[in-house]
Every structure is written in C-alpha cells, then in structure tokens.
C-alpha cells in the first residue's frame, strides 16, 4: 500500500491571487521526500486548479508514480498520450461540480471507453484505472474493458452521518475491494479521506494499492506543515494495513 498526494489545492491556492506561489511541482517534491511513493492531479477541461503547464513540470520532476486523473475527452487523451504518465485515472467530469461528485456510471460510458477511449490509451504502455463507487456491476464492467486498476470512491464513506452509514459503507467497500483483485485488478481508493477516518478504511479494506489522497492532506498542512503532515498519514497506513487482508 503506498500514499499519493493529489496535489491540485496546492494549484489552486496558487490560482487565488496569480503571485505563482505556492507551486504544486515544489510541493510535489516535498511530498515525495517525506514518503509519499507519487504524485495525482487533475487536468480539468477549466483549468481550475492544475495548468496544461504544471503536467508537464510535474512529468519532469516527479520521480515516483504519477497518475493523470482526467475525463475521457479527446483534448485529454491527446495530452496524456504526450506527457506518458505511470496511470491514468478515467473520472466523471461536470463544470459545476466543486469537486469529482461519485465514480463513473459504467453502463453509460461502456460503449464509447470500449471503442475510442480503451484503444486509444493502449497505443501506449501507460496503466489505465477507472474511478467507481464499490458496485459490482460497474466493477465488473471495469474488468471487461480490460482496465489495470479501479480506483474506489470513498466519498459516500467518509461523508456518513451515522456510525451505521459508516460501517454499511466499509462493506460495500469490502466487497468491492475483494471482487475487483479477485478479477485481476488492483485496487486503488480515493475521495474524502483525512486523518481521522483513513485508519477505519485501512483496517477493514484488503489489497489496497494507492490511496490517494489531497484536499484534506493540504487542509491539514496548514496546521503540521508539509512535511510532518504525510509522515502522519503514513504513520496510519503503516500502523494498520497489517490487518487488513
């Protein structure tokens, strides 16, 4: 299990006042010499955060994993294909959405990933992942594309408002987690994870890949520093994954 840090609200701290600081690419340094094995971000079609620019700096300077999160457009793919990052993570996308809203619909976009996003990815040797809530119909969907990896959507989870919400989730997460490695893919998690809720999905989640994690990691920084805040949240990964599988 290894940590990402999507860095996109370093992005957009810099983005609020054009000054050009705090810069994502120095922060992503920073990050990977606290620990953390590489680096997410995503490109929106808006530009709201990351900058066609920054991808490129990032692809120059980071040295672990890197995982382009982006819709399935063709500017995108086009992109991708030019900078040849480790992963692609294939995301729902809306322009009044504040954040990415739940995991792709697989029945929608089944048709259109199977005849020119799939293809097109695999005229490269980059990985191919696909963001989806812990449903087994659109996990399974996920296999027959033939996609390396999903990356599960840990948003319902970590917004619950009860302890029975929460647990209900844990096991849909569960489930999902085991049913995707058992069809040969691996299993990444993101959305809303913090340092009070990650030890829980850690423990009861088995055969977690990358756990990428950003909003709340960069919250946190303001109060630790850089630095000391991914050395806490590798300490709960470290502390508890020995439980889960």
Same mark, same amino acid.
């Given at each position: 299990?290894?940590?990402?840090?999507?860095?996109?609200?370093?992005?957009?701290?810099?983005?609020?006042?054009?000054?050009?600081?705090?810069?994502?690419?120095?922060?992503?340094?920073?990050?990977?010499?606290?620990?953390?094995?590489?680096?997410?971000?995503?490109?929106?079609?808006?530009?709201? %955060?990351?900058? *066609?620019?920054?991808?490129?700096?990032?692809?120059? =300077?980071?040295?672990?994993? $890197? @995982?382009?999160?982006?819709?399935?457009?063709?500017?995108?793919?086009?992109?991708?294909?030019?900078?040849?990052?480790?992963?692609?993570?294939?995301?729902?996308?809306?322009?009044?959405?504040?954040?990415?809203?739940?995991?792709?619909?697989?029945?929608?976009?089944?048709?259109?990933?199977?005849?020119?996003?799939?293809?097109?990815?695999?005229?490269?040797?980059?990985?191919?992942?696909?963001?989806?809530?812990?449903?087994?119909?659109?996990?399974?969907?996920?296999?027959?594309?033939?996609?390396?990896?999903?990356?599960? %959507?840990?948003? *319902?989870?970590?917004?619950?408002?009860?302890?029975? =919400?929460?647990?209900?989730? $844990? @096991?849909?997460?569960?489930?999902?987690?085991?049913?995707?490695?058992?069809?040969?893919?691996?299993?990444?998690?993101?959305?809303?994870?913090?340092?009070?809720?990650?030890?829980?999905?850690?423990?009861?989640?088995?055969?977690?890949?990358?756990?990428?994690?950003?909003?709340?990691?960069?919250?946190?920084?303001?109060?630790?520093?850089?630095?000391?805040?991914?050395?806490?949240?590798?300490?709960?990964?470290?502390?508890?994954?020995?439980?889960?599988?």
């Amino acid at each position: 299990m290894q940590l990402l840090v999507n860095v996109d609200h370093i992005a957009t701290l810099r983005n609020a006042r054009g000054e050009g600081y705090p810069d994502p690419i120095k922060a992503a340094g920073v990050c990977e010499r606290a620990g953390a094995a590489g680096i997410v971000f995503h490109l929106r079609k808006d530009r709201r %955060h990351i900058k *066609t620019k920054d991808v490129y700096n990032l692809k120059k =300077e980071v040295s672990g994993s $890197l @995982d382009f999160e982006m819709a399935a457009t063709n500017e995108m793919l086009t992109i991708s294909k030019d900078v040849d990052p480790d992963l692609i993570t294939l995301v729902p996308e809306s322009r009044e959405e504040l954040t990415t809203e739940g995991g792709l619909d697989m029945e929608v976009v089944l048709d259109d990933y199977r005849k020119r996003v799939f293809p097109a990815i695999r005229e490269t040797d980059i990985a191919i992942s696909l963001f989806v809530d812990p449903n087994e119909k659109d996990i399974e969907l996920a296999a027959e594309l033939g996609s390396d990896a999903i990356e599960l %959507h840990t948003g *319902t989870y970590t917004n619950a408002k009860s302890q029975e =919400e929460q647990a209900n989730e $844990l @096991d849909r997460l569960r489930t999902g987690a085991k049913l995707a490695h058992d069809l040969g893919m691996k299993v990444n998690a993101g959305h809303g994870l913090n340092l009070n809720n990650l030890g829980q999905l850690v423990e009861t989640v088995p055969h977690l890949h990358d756990i990428s994690i950003g909003h709340a990691l960069v919250s946190s920084a303001l109060y630790y520093g850089l630095e000391n805040t991914i050395k806490k949240f590798l300490d709960i990964m470290e502390n508890t994954s020995a439980t889960n599988n």
